[in-house]
């Protein structure tokens, strides 16, 4: 350390022994005037040092002559220990008003850090009041892990003997949700493992915790989102997920019912989403509500309506000399997007439970591709056979064959491309994938039927 350095610490340490001596003389005196005028002038930081050697009765009158945001920048500047035991002697009305002022992280910080009890009575409180005030507070979106966590459960430290753990279980166990799994802290209050009830049935008593606890856990911050978390619960088959800060301490659990709801709500949602509507909308929804959630796709939807009739006007002549290429349309056009919707459905599904990422698909492309080929030689064999039957017309009927093995190709391309590449533009693939692909073999459908008709239009004419 250079002279500048010492010179500069020298500084650092004056100054804060310097209001730590005018800050304890002025609660002493109990000069509120010379407090807040010391309060104003100080840094949060020097502060902050000087409260972790007041006693309980000095914080408690100190914080009460502060406003809610300079007590908040002294709070997020205070190390853990002095955090925690501000937190522990403060009135729960007044934590709440001092959380409007601090960052999101510090707030999840905060209240990983509290005692157990403490942390439930806050959380309790506050879930009393408006849900969505209380998720923007925390910095929990509706639809994350934090979102949908409950704070009852039980945890113990690691250096509980299996006796001790028991005796704790049974005395928590009434009033949480979750006794299955019990959640093991350190003396630093961060999750290091997790032990069930069955493990500390069979253990001895004379068992330390960190000896047979699971120290390998799963678990998620509250930023995650619900549906990688419920891909998660599924993938290890748990009862419940812990959630975590980012120093590991344990925030709350998301329960195995919780994440049913979470699955049921995203099939929904995405299923409403493939339809076009929103997951606001349900038959009680007003007029308004219901054409507002409902136009916007449809004037998209008759935007690529417009594409299809733009490649079926650039064949008009061909299908004025042959009017069986009327009927015979649609039933291209209309198994390509079947085939299509079957293809999307499969692979949103793997989307959603993380099988399928932007890279790695050729085999998987290929794949269905030649389902395409198959399904379409298939399908397409008895369409022209009934269409050889109808007009008796052999062509035509060699026509739709061909054509119907072409557009389930590209219905099978499209149907997994699309989605994939609105998961890499990081959009929902679930919300705009059936317009596409729709138009796709509406588009290429009819280009390929009636450009096969057009080539070969003198055999239809025969």
């Known amino acids: 350390m250079d002279e500048i350095e010492l010179k500069n610490e020298e500084v650092d340490k004056e100054r804060e022994a310097k209001v730590h001596e005018e800050l304890l003389q002025a609660l002493k005196n109990k000069d509120e005037v010379k407090i807040k005028d010391l309060a104003e002038q100080a840094h949060p930081i020097d502060l902050a040092i000087a409260m972790e050697d007041f006693e309980d009765e ?3 009158y100190f914080a009460s002559l502060l406003s809610d945001e300079l007590l908040a920048e002294i709070i997020e500047q205070a190390d853990e220990d002095l955090q925690n035991h501000i937190m522990k002697i403060m009135q729960i009305t007044r934590i709440m008003q001092i959380f409007q002022y601090m960052s999101k992280d510090n707030i999840v910080d905060i209240l990983g850090n509290m005692p157990a009890d403490r942390r439930k009575d806050v959380v309790n409180l506050m879930k009393t009041g408006d849900q969505k005030i209380i998720r923007n507070l ?10 949908i966590m409950t704070t009852e459960y039980i945890s113990v430290r690691n250096t509980l003997t299996v006796s001790q753990a028991l005796a704790t279980v049974k005395d928590i166990a009434p009033k949480t949700e979750e006794i ?36 390998n856990v799963i678990s998620v911050e509250p930023e995650t989102d619900q549906e990688e978390v419920a891909r998660l619960v599924s993938k290890y ?17 998301i329960t195995v019912d919780d994440i049913i709801d979470v699955i049921e709500e995203e099939n929904t949602e995405d299923m409403l989403k493939l339809g076009g509507v929103s997951k606001e909308e349900n038959v009680d929804s007003t007029l308004w509500d219901s054409i507002k959630m409902r136009l916007p796709w449809l004037l998209i939807n008759l935007l ?24 015979a349309m649609p039933i291209v056009a209309g198994m390509g997007g079947n085939a299509g919707t079957q293809t999307l459905a499969i692979v949103v599904r793997g989307i959603a439970l993380g099988d399928i990422e932007w890279r790695g698909n050729k085999l998987r492309i290929l794949k269905e591709i030649f389902v395409g080929v198959l399904n379409g030689a298939v399908t397409g064999l008895v369409a022209g056979a009934v269409i050889y039957w109808m007009y008796g017309n052999l062509y035509l009927g060699i026509i739709i ?5 072409a557009n389930l190709v590209i219905a099978g391309f499209f149907g997994f491309l699309v989605p994939v590449v609105l998961k ?3 959009a929902d ?9 729709t138009t796709a073999t509406d588009v290429f459908g009819f280009f390929v039927f009636l450009g096969l008709a057009k080539t070969f239009l003198p055999y239809l004419l025969k």
């Not at 925390?138 to 979102?147: D, P, R, V, W």
């Not at 799994?181 to 009830?197: A, F, M, P, R």
């Not at 061909?318 to 290429?325: K, P, Y």
């Open 58 to 60: 000095d914080i408690s």
């Open 424 to 426: 890499a533009l990081n």
């Open 138 to 147: 925390l910095g929990y979106e509706e639809n994350t892990a934090g979102g």
């Open 401 to 405: 064959f061909v054509a119907m093995i």
């Open 180 to 215: 299955n799994t019990i959640y093991v802290l350190n003396e630093k209050k961060q999750l290091v493992g997790t032990v069930s009830i069955r493990e500390l049935l069979v253990a001895k008593n004379g068992d330390i915790i960190n000896d047979i606890m699971e120290d």
């Open 304 to 327: 690529t309506a417009f594409l299809a009739a733009a490649t079926v006007s650039l064949f008009e002549d061909t299908i004025q000399q042959v009017v069986a290429l009327a009927a």
């Open 429 to 437: 693939p679930a919300v705009a994938s059936s317009i596409f692909i």
């Open 237 to 253: 088959d748990l009862h419940a997920i812990p959630v975590v800060n980012k120093r590991k301490g344990l925030l709350g659990i």
